[in-house]
């Protein structure tokens, strides 16, 4: 469940908390395999501190992610749009550059489970504020699309997200979600950076 609280003058709305369990959940199960393996090595090197320091500033990096993803939210209110991102502080719209909502559904494949994309636009129709469907709870996403006394587009049909890639919505979507190739090719190169270090610490342990 999400928590949204709506008075007569905003609209607040955090992203489902189950999404915080859950990674939390996905981490341990990840990295106490890793750092358990890694610790029962180094245990007769005299290697163990390093092994229980390098688990303790995986855990601080991911609580630290965890902490912003937690503490996000949107507040819309009479005066515009209050977004507190994932990774940076407070961003504030304005009311009166808010001109359209456009809602997009859209799943991996045509069978798959649909989410909602969610686009406030400005008078040129570029983003003011991007909610997933993935993040915020379905009612959420109703309640803002509907708050500002503004045109509500709701396509019809859902779209998978290589067909959003190549329609008139694409530049509203991240350079990331544009380009899912490179996106790919950086994210395999920051696991090999970060997994790099663990792999070493393992075959020095081992010889």
Same mark, same amino acid.
């Given at each position: 469940?999400?928590?949204?609280?709506?008075?007569?003058?905003?609209?607040?709305?955090?992203?489902?908390?189950?999404?915080?369990?859950?990674?939390?959940?996905?981490?341990?199960?990840?990295?106490? $395999?890793?750092?358990?393996? %890694?610790?029962?090595?180094?245990?007769?090197?005299?290697? +163990?501190?390093?092994?229980?320091?390098?688990?303790?500033?995986?855990?601080?990096?991911?609580?630290?992610?965890?902490?912003?993803?937690?503490?996000?939210?949107?507040? &819309?209110?009479?005066?515009?749009?209050?977004?507190?991102?994932? +990774?940076?502080?407070?961003?504030?719209?304005?009311?009166?550059?808010?001109?359209?909502?456009?809602?997009? $559904?859209?799943?991996?494949?045509?069978?798959?489970?649909?989410?909602?994309?969610?686009? %406030? %636009?400005?008078?040129?129709?570029?983003? +003011?504020?991007?909610?997933?469907?993935?993040?915020?709870? $379905?009612?959420?996403?109703?309640?803002?699309?509907?708050?500002?006394?503004?045109?509500?587009?709701?396509?019809?049909?859902?779209?998978?997200?290589?067909? &959003?890639?190549?329609?008139?919505?694409?530049?509203? +979507?991240?350079?990331?979600?544009?380009?899912?190739?490179?996106?790919?090719?950086?994210?395999?190169?920051?696991?090999?950076?970060?997994?790099? $270090?663990?792999?070493? %610490?393992?075959?020095?342990?081992?010889?």
């Amino acid at each position: 469940m999400s928590t949204t609280t709506t008075d007569a003058a905003a609209l607040r709305i955090q992203p489902m908390r189950d999404l915080w369990r859950e990674g939390w959940k996905s981490f341990l199960a990840t990295s106490v $395999p890793i750092f358990g393996a %890694l610790g029962l090595v180094a245990a007769d090197s005299g290697r +163990l501190l390093a092994v229980l320091a390098g688990f303790a500033g995986a855990t601080a990096v991911f609580a630290l992610v965890a902490g912003r993803l937690r503490g996000s939210g949107v507040v &819309l209110d009479a005066d515009g749009i209050h977004e507190r991102a994932y +990774l940076r502080s407070t961003v504030f719209t304005p009311r009166r550059r808010v001109h359209q909502a456009l809602v997009v $559904p859209v799943g991996r494949t045509l069978l798959d489970e649909v989410t909602h994309q969610l686009f %406030l %636009l400005d008078r040129r129709g570029r983003t +003011l504020l991007r909610m997933r469907g993935q993040l915020w709870d $379905p009612r959420d996403l109703k309640a803002a699309a509907n708050y500002f006394d503004v045109p509500v587009r709701i396509l019809d049909a859902p779209v998978t997200w290589s067909e &959003l890639r190549q329609s008139p919505y694409r530049g509203n +979507l991240e350079p990331w979600e544009r380009h899912p190739l490179l996106t790919t090719a950086g994210l395999v190169t920051i696991a090999i950076a970060v997994l790099t $270090p663990g792999i070493t %610490l393992a075959m020095t342990l081992h010889l």
